[in-house]
């Protein structure tokens, strides 16, 4: 079974602590969406943070039959746009289609609102991950690529690679490790921990 | 937290843990907190992997959401269960209740059609219609003008066919073609 409808199903069942792994999961990609709408990123973290309460509290309904974040998604947009609405800010007039909401950093209406500081930041980071994922062994450079660029399974990385789905897990594993030393010399250690 | 634990966790992020594992996954983030950082740490790797933005922009979020979702109720089966049990009746049963629901109308106009059709006419037009329609599909066979029918075998075939038709059409409020055929006969 799909892990977000098994959180899902959880968070139905009682267990509230799953949809924190929900939030932790899609926290990133939500505020990115509603920074879209939002522009001021203290707003859109009030924002995100409306749109997970509004889906905690419309999950009972979830059905799953669209996936958990393409109906997170939805929610994400329409808060952002009654906020907007709420203040007499015109939403803009389109935004990303939700079944493209996977696939949605590349809009350029969101890439936008990038400020000069975020852009650096997030080049900098890029550039630095690509450095770490350049010195890793290849089989594993070559696993975590296939994960988070070509957004293949592990099953499907097991059949490109010819070798178990434990090897791909444990390698991906090993490249994000790697990449996380990365990131911390690039950040510094002091960052948010 | 071990080496192990944080591989989990790593497959986690990309979804791909199941049953067991998902429950030690899940154990673990519930009880250790560098377990979570660590969780969120992977997953925020992926996001800026992606393009989701800058590393850190809502770190926070998470215990803030947490925290506001304090105050609001736990979910029980029972409540998603009685939700589903409403929202998803199965097919089946509503397409025998539909066919159910047609089937008792249509009776029931079928019912209320018969008692309102007035009942001496079914009994008195009848032998009327036996009367009326030989003659005057005789006069439209004799003359010519429209079959030219010579057999009176068939001739009485057609007129008997044209009885039943009008007894028929006079019973359920159609209107009778068979008149119509006299008509222009004549």
């Not at chain 1, 070798?163 to 390698?171: A, H, K, L, N, Y």
């Not at chain 2, 001496?120 to 003008?145: H, K, R, S, Y």
Request: net charge negative; hydrophobic share 40%; glycine share 6%.
């Amino acid at each position: 079974m799909n892990v977000d409808l098994e959180l899902v199903q959880r968070v139905q069942a009682g267990d509230k602590k799953a949809f924190d792994v929900l939030i932790m999961k899609y926290q990133q990609r939500i505020v990115h969406v509603i920074t879209g709408f939002v522009h001021d990123p203290v707003e859109a973290l009030d924002v995100a943070q409306e749109a997970f309460i509004k889906a905690y509290r419309a999950l009972p309904n979830f059905r799953g039959d669209s996936a958990f974040y393409t109906w997170l998604y939805r929610i994400a947009i329409n808060t952002a746009k009654n906020y907007l609405t709420a203040r007499s800010r015109r939403p803009p007039a389109s935004d990303v289609d939700a079944m493209d909401a996977t696939n949605y950093y590349d809009a350029p209406e969101l890439k936008e609102f990038e400020t000069p500081e975020t852009r650096m930041m997030s080049d900098d980071l890029e550039q630095g991950i690509h450095e770490a994922i350049q010195a890793l062994p290849e089989d594993t450079a070559t696993a975590i690529k296939l994960r988070e660029f070509e957004g293949m399974s592990y099953e499907e990385i097991a059949e490109v690679m010819e070798c178990p789905i434990g090897t791909v897990r444990s390698r991906i594993f090993r490249a994000r490790e790697a990449i996380e030393l990365q990131i911390k010399e690039i950040m510094g250690e002091g960052e948010q921990q | 937290m071990t080496m192990n634990h944080n591989e989990l966790l790593s497959a986690l992020v990309d979804s791909e843990l199941q049953g067991s594992e998902l429950d030690q996954a899940l154990q673990i983030l519930a009880a250790d907190e560098l377990a979570t950082a660590q969780f969120q740490r992977y997953q925020q790797t992926t996001d800026v992997l992606k393009g989701y933005g800058e590393r850190g922009l809502s770190h926070n979020l998470a215990s803030r959401i947490s925290l506001a979702l304090e105050s609001e109720p736990v979910y029980s089966e029972q409540t998603t269960k009685h939700k589903a049990e409403v929202i998803t009746l199965p097919t089946p049963f509503w397409k025998q209740m539909t066919g159910l629901a047609v089937a008792a109308s249509l009776g029931a106009l079928a019912v209320v059609g018969v008692m309102t059709q007035p009942q001496n006419d079914l009994l008195t037009n009848t032998p009327m219609a036996a009367i009326d329609a030989p003659a005057e599909m005789i006069t439209v066979a004799q003359t010519g003008e429209r079959w030219t029918v010579n057999e009176p075998e068939i001739e009485n075939r057609l007129n008997s066919y044209l009885l039943d038709h009008n007894e028929q059409t006079g019973s359920s409020g159609v209107f009778s073609y068979a008149r119509v055929v006299s008509y222009g006969a004549e």
